[in-house]
C-alpha cells in the first residue's frame, strides 16, 4: 500500500503545479511593556501585578527568577490581593525556592522610598524574605544591604536579631524602606513603626555600593509556605547625569523557522540632563533591525520605543540571549534585554501532501483504482 502510495504521489507530481501556502504564526508574547510617560514627583516604578497572567512570575514586568532560571520563579495568583485583583505570591515549590527579583538602574544618589504590601498568613510556616541588593548580576558579583525574615511570629533583620517586631497576620501591612544615599542611612518601617536603621554601604554582605540594584523575594527554607506581596512603589530624587534605563522582553515562544517577527521594548531617561544611547550587542541569531537604533539629546520622562523585527533562524532549536542598550556617555550604564524563541523541525509541503493523500485513499479506496488506472 505505502509503496503504491508514492508511486502515485510521484505520479500525480507531473500534473499538479507547485505552490506554497503561507499560514498565520501564532506569535505567544510576553510583553510587559505598559510603560508610561509620568511627570516627574511620580514614582520611577510601580507594580500590582493585576495586568499579569496567573501563573509564572518570571518574564512578566521585568521580574526574573534569581540568575534568570525559571525554576525558582515565584507565581502571579488571585488567591489574595490588596488591589484587584492580583498579587505575587512567594513559598516553596516542589522542593524549589521561590527567589525572584526586580532590577533598577539609577537609584544610587539622593533620597528614596520604596513601599510594599504584604500578606502574612496565620497559619504559615518557614520564613519568607524580603531582600535588597546593592550588587546584583547574573551569575556573577552580588551583595545585600538589606535582609529582612518575615515568619508568623516575627518580622526581623536577619542581620542583627535584636530588631524586630511582632508580624500582623490576615491581613496587609505595609513594609517601607527609606535611604538617604549621601548620609548612608537606611531606616525600614512596619506598619509605620520603625524596625531597624543601619548603613546602607557598611552593612552590606560581600562589600556595599551606594546603589539599589535589585529587589529579591526569597523563600528560605523547605518548609516555607506562601506569603503575599501587593503595591508597590519606588519613588525618590534623580542625579544631574543621564541615566539609561530599559523595560521589555522578547519572549516569542514557538515560531515557524524562517518567520519574520514584531515586537517592542522602551528605552528612557530616569536620570538628569540629555541622554545619548544606542544598540550595541544584538543576538548572533537570526537577522535583527531596530527603529530606532540609537538616539542623542533623550530628555528625562520621554521614553522612546524601539519597534523590533526579527527573522527567526531557519534551524530548530531553543534559542536564547539578550540585547545590549548602553549609554553612551556612560559605558558602564547598560541594560539587556532578554530574547527567546524556539524554532520546530520544519515540516515540507511535499510530506504534507502524502500525508493528505493517503489519508484520503484511506477514506476513498476507489480512487486508489482510478489513480492506478491513471498512471498505467
Known sequence: MKKKIISIFVGMLLFVTVFSVTGAVNIEKDNNLSLIPKPANTPLWE????????????????????????????????????????????????G????????????????????????????????????????????????????????????????????????????????????????????????????????????????????????????????SSEVYWDDFTLEGEVGDDPVLFCEGD???????????????????????????????KSPSWGEWEFDPESGDDLPPEDPVTVQVTVVAPDTKDDWESTITITNMENPDNTCLIDVSMTTPTPVSQPFLFLQFLERLIQRFPVLELIFSHLLG
Open 47 to 94: 507594580d500590582n501585578f493585576d495586568n499579569y497572567s496567573l501563573g509564572p512570575l518570571h518574564g512578566q514586568g521585568g521580574w526574573e527568577a534569581w540568575d534568570n532560571n525559571p525554576a525558582t520563579t515565584g507565581y502571579v495568583t488571585d488567591n489574595q490581593s490588596r488591589s484587584p485583583d492580583n498579587s505575587a505570591e512567594i513559598a516553596w515549590y516542589g
Open 96 to 223: 524549589v525556592s521561590a527567589d525572584i527579583v526586580q532590577q533598577f538602574t539609577g537609584v544610587s544618589s539622593g533620597n528614596w522610598t520604596l513601599t510594599t504590601w504584604l500578606y502574612v498568613p496565620s497559619d504559615m510556616v518557614g520564613n519568607s524574605d524580603f531582600l535588597l541588593l546593592n550588587t546584583y548580576s547574573h551569575g556573577g558579583a552580588k551583595s545585600w544591604s538589606l535582609q529582612v525574615e518575615i515568619n508568623a511570629a516575627k518580622i526581623a533583620d536577619l542581620d542583627n536579631a535584636d530588631d524586630w517586631l511582632p508580624t500582623i497576620t490576615d491581613d496587609w501591612t505595609e513594609l517601607r524602606w527609606e535611604v538617604d544615599f549621601e548620609a548612608d542611612i537606611q531606616t525600614v518601617y512596619y506598619d509605620n513603626v520603625e524596625l531597624l536603621s543601619k548603613s546602607w554601604v557598611d552593612g552590606a554582605s560581600g562589600g556595599g555600593a551606594k546603589n539599589l540594584a535589585c529587589i529579591d523575594l526569597y523563600a528560605d527554607l523547605a518548609t
Open 250 to 280: 522578547l519572549h516569542f515562544g514557538n515560531v515557524s523557522a524562517g518567520a519574520t517577527l514584531e515586537d517592542s521594548f522602551i528605552v528612557k531617561n530616569v536620570g538628569g540632563g540629555l541622554l545619548d544611547w544606542k544598540i550595541t
